[in-house]
């Protein structure tokens, strides 16, 4: 008869996660929320086109200036579930990985309702349901490593009991290998929590066994905690054998990277759990609207939260719910962060808790241990818990949060709680209300309290099945206001755009040059409507933005989207262990809007075309920008990201092919330093024609329009001044604007009116526009190749100092490297020339040709782990301008080849395999005392 029950349970588990994962799973429809489109799915096909060609990806150079990529825990590359979708298109990956440990995750949590709290079918099935699709476990799909690791904590936590047991070895080797198979999912904080977790359980089982079994006898009570603890300080030390390739990995790449030294305290609290949003987070709002941040969200549904008052009120056996409160309290109030009273304190002394940013991730173990008291307090119909009471402590919790929130308002007026629209309020009311008719009925129909829930009455059942079902109802529909109903058509990530096709198609260079997006996602492209009308077609009006947005995405190839069409990126996004922090020096250099993002993004942080100097020198030849912050005017276009700020006496020149620069007028947009007067002359022009001719004009303070002042306080720019060429159609072969006094020449267009046509002119020289579409296309003809031989080297004693040379007056070659040899610093003499033969993930191969001593730069970052080769001969690798890698040289024709072989990957397979020998050998041990 269980073995039936459970087995329906289980069934009617598998049926709800369907239900909420439907079109994801059976339309084939695909994520849409940022995190999953621009950062997984561009990591997913790249780990997966490696594993499917038969190699491990360790390395990438696509994107930052090179990382490492199997280093970084968040590509699962050793996860072995990943395995199962090879072979599929990266979202389909996504959406069946995130279905399966959602899977997984509800039956961790029935097992361990039903096995280790010892609660019927019906009861185990509501917690698996609760913690499976209560609010934060499903907000948690927009990180999918987040929630495969989040997938294993009911595994641990049910392995973790039974090797309190005296057999303890089968269920201690058990929980070694599920602690392994969390971390290596990619979410090291995740691994965090389950410890600290599980470390409570375990303690509050000891106490609670000891003061049952052995009241006053504190030795026993402390080797009951040790020997209950101590099979998990085994599985712990095993685990981090099995992972130690991964585990070695990260942490090299945390000591080069962004969490080098520690994280700064409001980078610790960042995404802390607001308490002004509480109502929000905690309770479910079933529609998209007003819903907080997917990492605030953290509701059990309302049916849920009465079931788990019910348990904390009345339910039994008291120890389990008693460690469960406790639990849910901790978690709680640690998600808070800078909000609540522990993260302030314990951030400073709990061993790893300030590794870790984004304290409302807490709120996964919270939601767990409130999940299974969500199935105690349903089988509390059964236990024997009083109406009276429970009424009685309802009233006193809800005057306690009437009161609770009337003195926040008047201690906080300035953030005041968000409560929902009155509609939502009401649903909640009406739901309690039923959920509580529904448990009275099921306690008054129960004539004794089972283990198992089977009671004498043959229809006692139905009130108890009535709230299961209410409750599973009620997460299906508020599951459509959260991530996993943002779901598109497949064309979100298969529609092509033309901008990766333009530069792919333009560049065939060994490798090809690295890109630069400059763009805030505030442009609409030209088909905006268009696709607008399609989304309509296909999605809810909530998620139409979103489609919409997957197509600008694209068009600006937003970190990390330029990974999937093979084009190199000097950008990226991560905020794990990566970028490294040479990556976000580099960062610094550029002309950013506000601080310096630590998890990348540079082009999000840019409101033009940085200094082509800067950009030359780390061998940035693509500009992609879009034009929403741009100006037309009376029909002309102005392109204003290539602003060039001028002295008094210095100038800017374009020349122009034989078939560019015909025109008829020259718009200009310049803006002195200084209010200038009508009469002033802030500026000469000069154009030269193809066959000779000459014109040259002035620009006076009478001339000078409205220019913009803001990012996007373009709209209301009045006309630029326009010099015309006297009625004649001039083809321009050279235009140069001299400043008369201190100015910024903001833009500039040829306009030919014969032909309804304009030129919009980039006013750095280096650049050229190869495509003006919805978004513009710069090539940068400056651009430094990935290797080549320095002009002038000096030397630095640290990476600071070297990145010190990276200002606008020195020539991009010229590069300063930490411990050159004297008989290497200094300029060039002679030629030279350098030619890239082979260029892969972990290999790069240079033929060089000097007559002097040079300085070989490859513009990939300097990492442990990559090697050199000069003609065969191991050769130093150095650290140049920037953290990229140098060479020195000898005069002649050399080959120099650059490997990536990191020191741990031999070390870290030798103890995994030891690691698992050892759990093998307690798989043994356990099945022979067994």
């Known amino acids: 008869m269980e073995s039936r029950r459970d087995s329906l349970a289980l069934a009617a588990l598998a049926t709800t996660v369907c239900l909420v994962y439907w079109q994801l799973i059976v339309e084939g429809r695909v994520l849409l929320t940022f995190d999953a489109l621009v950062y997984f799915v561009p990591l997913i096909a790249l780990r997966d086109a490696a594993l499917l060609s038969g190699a491990i990806p360790l390395w990438n150079p696509d994107h930052f200036l090179g990382a490492p990529f199997l280093a970084n825990p968040q590509t699962g590359v050793l996860y072995p579930p990943n395995l199962l979708t090879l072979g599929l298109m990266p979202p389909r990956v996504y959406a069946w990985q995130a279905f399966g440990h959602t899977l997984l995750m509800a039956l961790g949590t029935f097992l361990v309702a039903r096995r280790v709290l010892g609660l019927g079918a019906l009861a185990s099935f509501a917690s698996a349901v609760v913690f499976a699709l209560g609010g934060h476990a499903l907000s948690l799909i927009g990180h999918l490593n987040q929630l495969q690791a989040a997938a294993w904590l009911p595994m641990a936590l049910w392995l973790a009991d039974r090797a309190r047991s005296p057999g303890w070895s089968l269920p201690t080797a058990g929980l070694a290998l599920v602690l392994a198979l969390q971390f290596l999912a990619g979410h090291a904080q995740q691994s965090y929590i389950t410890g600290i977790g ?158 870790f940013r984004v304290p409302a991730r807490w709120l996964v173990l919270a939601s767990f241990a409130g999940a299974l008291l969500v199935g105690v307090g349903l089988h509390a119909t059964r236990s024997g818990v009083r109406l009276r009471r429970l009424g009685i402590a309802g009233a006193a919790a809800f005057a306690v949060t009437v009161v609770a929130a009337l003195v926040y308002g008047r201690l906080v007026p300035a953030r005041p709680i968000a409560w929902p629209a009155a509609p939502i309020s009401g649903l909640w009311i009406a739901i309690a209300a039923t959920t509580g008719v529904g448990f009275a009925v099921a306690r008054r129909m129960t004539n004794a309290p089972t283990a198992a829930m089977v009671v004498s009455h043959p229809f006692s059942i139905a009130p108890v099945a009535a709230i299961v079902a209410l409750l599973a109802t009620e997460l299906v529909v508020a599951s459509g206001g959260l991530d996993t109903a943002r779901a598109g058509d497949i064309g979100a990530f298969v529609d092509e755009r ?56 694209k068009d600006t190839l937003t970190p990390n989207l330029s990974l999937i069409y093979g084009l190199p990126s000097i950008d990226g996004y991560d905020g794990g262990v990566l970028p490294l922090r040479s990556y976000n020096g580099v960062k610094s250099l550029f002309p950013l809007t506000g601080r310096n993002i630590v998890d990348g993004r540079l082009g999000i942080q840019l409101d033009r075309v940085p200094p082509i100097e800067l950009l030359s020198r780390f061998g940035v030849g693509w500009i992609v920008g879009d034009r929403h912050r741009d100006l037309w005017s009376n029909g002309v276009y102005y392109d204003l990201s290539t602003r060039r700020a001028l002295a008094a006496g210095s100038s800017v020149e374009r020349v122009f092919a034989d078939d560019e620069g015909a025109a008829t007028d020259l718009g200009i947009i310049v803006a002195p330093r200084k209010v200038a007067g009508p009469q002033t002359v802030v500026a000469d ?51 140069a604007i001299v400043a008369r006094v201190p100015l910024e020449v903001i833009g500039a267009t040829l306009i030919d009116r014969e032909r309804g046509a304009e030129t919009p002119i980039p006013l750095s020289p280096e650049l050229d526009i190869v495509s003006l579409g ?25 990476d600071e100092e070297a990145l010190a040379v990276a200002t606008s007056d020195r020539a991009p070659d010229d590069i300063a490297v930490v411990g050159l040899p004297s008989e290497w610093v200094g300029a060039a003499r ?92 307690l798989v043994v041990r356990g099945m022979r005392h067994s």
């Open 198 to 355: 599980l470390g409570l359980w375990l303690t509050g089982r000891a106490i609670a066994d000891a003061w049952i079994l052995d009241p006053g006898n504190l030795i026993r009570r402390a080797r009951r905690l040790a020997r209950y603890l101590a099979p998990l300080i085994v599985a712990f030390a095993l685990a981090g054998l099995i992972v130690a390739p991964q585990l070695l990995a990260t942490l090299e790449a945390t000591s080069q990277g962004m969490r080098a030294g520690g994280m700064e305290y409001r980078d610790v609290v960042a995404f802390s759990l607001p308490p002004w949003i509480l109502p929000r987070a905690l309770l479910p709002l079933y529609l998209p609207a007003d819903q907080p941040s997917s990492e605030w969200v953290g509701y059990l549904s309302v049916t849920g939260a009465i079931l788990a008052s019910v348990a904390v009120v009345g339910g039994r056996p008291r120890a389990p719910i008693l460690i469960l409160s406790a639990i849910v309290a901790i978690a709680f109030l640690l998600a808070l962060g800078q909000f609540g009273p522990l993260y302030p304190i314990f951030a400073a002394r709990v061993p790893g808790l300030s590794l």
């Open 498 to 553: 033309p901008t990766a096709s333009v530069i792919a198609r333009l560049d065939a260079s060994l490798p090809r040059s690295r890109l630069l997006s400059v763009t805030d996602n505030r442009f609409d492209p030209g088909d905006v409507s268009a696709l607008r009308e399609k989304a309509r077609t296909q999605l809810p009006g909530e998620w139409v933005d979103d489609r919409v947005a997957a197509e600008k995405y």
């Open 685 to 735: 022009i000069t154009i030269e024609g193809w066959h000779g001719e000459a014109r040259r004009y002035s620009v006076s303070g009478s001339d000078l329009a409205r220019v913009p002042t803001t990012r996007t306080g373009n709209p209301d720019v009045s006309s630029p001044a326009l010099v015309s060429f006297g009625g004649i159609r001039l083809t321009a072969r050279r235009l």
């Open 774 to 798: 919805d978004v513009k296309i710069y090539r940068n003809n400056a651009a430094l190749p990935r290797a080549f031989l320095a002009r002038s080297a000096s030397a630095a004693a640290t």
């Open 830 to 921: 002679g030629t030279g020339e350098s030619r890239v033969v082979a260029y892969e993930r972990e290999l790069v191969a240079v033929d060089t040709n000097a007559d002097d001593r040079r300085v070989l730069v490859l513009l990939d970052a300097a990492y442990p782990g990559w090697r050199a080769t000069l003609d065969g001969a191991p050769v130093e690798i150095l650290s140049a301008t920037g953290g990229v890698r140098a060479v020195a040289v000898p005069p002649g024709a050399h080959s120099i080849v650059f490997r990536y072989s990191p020191t741990w990957l031999l070390p870290g397979f030798i103890l995994s395999s030891l690691g698992l020998i050892l759990t093998a050998l």
